[in-house]
């Protein structure tokens, strides 16, 4: 028995709107006026406001053959407040546009809208507007995200100093290689449509890619142990590239050292049953939306004892290059081979 399917044109725009957020709750004080107005209203008592904002386009981002509606929901929020968080800063309020084609039922929307509304739940973020539109092929997201942050808290990707420690949060590497399976299943699929995926047990990489989280407690343990990052990015495009925007913005250089550098051991073994090196699927991988940062070296005592950090090398000077030390003590130039949304 087929599933009932609703048309989203049966309900028109505002009918939609209202269907989808028919259970928004507000969770923060900062929202005066929410989902229902010509604009909302936020009030962030003396708190300077942060935003970012993101796009997430099918077939580019994301591949609706084997990403959930409901993960793709979780993850477009996880994205973008994730880049709050790197700001050292709280996320507080998303606005969310989608364009959609009819290919999409209302039931397929409810299922995306569940897992943006458990991102929010999980973040305690309160989702106050956006748009509606359709798309002639695929579904486009776009979102905002606006968080708070104490006055001249933020901090920046432009203010490394030489003699900083590197450091990451988590490990590296895991949603490339999970991507790699889900695309290698997907062809085989495509060639031979009656075979069922075969996932080999390998959850850990297949939810680093389709159900990220982002690193709010890390954030959490800064503010808790007065520490303020030097410089702080997210980790969306490869540890490579994104160390080579902060050396770049803050004009010094970097050593890496590989075996500092944190991968997973059961992402790990996969690489090398794929015969691709762990490594590389750190350095130039992509969307494992850990934080990459910088600290004085004074605080190093306050972080060796969380065991989600790891210091995987230190900020030079402009003119020593951003070179990393392999594990057989050679030294190379770092690569930037990171993800390029924008490469046809």
């Known amino acids: 028995m087929s599933e009932a399917r609703t048309e989203i044109a049966s309900l028109g725009e505002f009918g939609l709107i209202d269907h989808l957020t028919q259970n928004n709750e507000t969770k923060n004080a900062s929202t005066v006026l929410s989902i229902g107005d010509d604009a909302a209203v936020i009030d962030h008592f003396g708190r300077q406001t942060v935003i970012s904002t993101d796009m997430l ?46 290919r999409f039922s209302l039931e397929a929307l409810d299922e995306f809208y569940e897992g943006v509304y458990l991102a929010c739940e999980k973040y305690n973020i309160d989702l106050i507007g956006g748009d509606t539109t359709s798309s002639q092929k695929g579904f486009v997201i776009s979102i905002t995200a606006i968080g708070e942050v104490a006055p001249e808290k933020y901090v920046k990707r432009s203010t490394a100093n030489k003699g900083d420690l590197v450091c990451v949060s988590g490990f590296l590497g895991g949603a490339y290689l999970g991507l790699t399976l889900l695309e290698r ?50 980790i969306s495009d490869g540890l490579s590239s994104d160390l080579m925007h902060i050396c770049k913005q803050s004009e010094t250089g ?25 490594t590389a699927c750190a350095l130039s991988g992509g969307e494992d939306y850990e934080l990459l940062f910088t600290i004085a070296q004074n605080d190093y005592e306050k972080i060796k004892l969380n065991d989600q950090i790891s210091v995987i090398g230190y900020i030079t000077e402009a003119n020593e290059g951003q070179t990393i030390i ?10 930037a081979q990171g993800w390029n949304h924008l490469k046809s």
């Open 254 to 278: 970097c050593v890496l050292y590989e075996d500092k550098i944190p991968v997973y051991e059961e992402a790990r073994q996969y690489a090398y049953k794929l015969e691709v090196d762990p």
């Open 57 to 102: 386009v099918e077939g580019i981002h994301f591949d609706l053959m084997y990403t959930p509606l409901k993960h793709l929901g979780y993850k477009s929020v996880v994205v973008n407040i994730s880049d709050i968080y790197a700001m050292n800063a709280t996320p507080t309020h998303i606005t969310l546009s989608i364009a959609v084609s009819s």
């Open 326 to 335: 392999t594990r057989g003590g050679n030294k190379h130039a770092l690569v």
């Open 185 to 234: 299943e997907k062809k085989i699929f495509l060639e031979s449509p009656g075979v069922q995926p075969d996932l080999e047990s390998q959850s850990y990489i297949v939810g680093r890619l389709l159900k990220p989280e982002a690193r709010k407690d890390i954030i959490e343990f800064f503010a808790e142990n007065n520490i303020t990052p030097t410089s702080m990015m997210d």
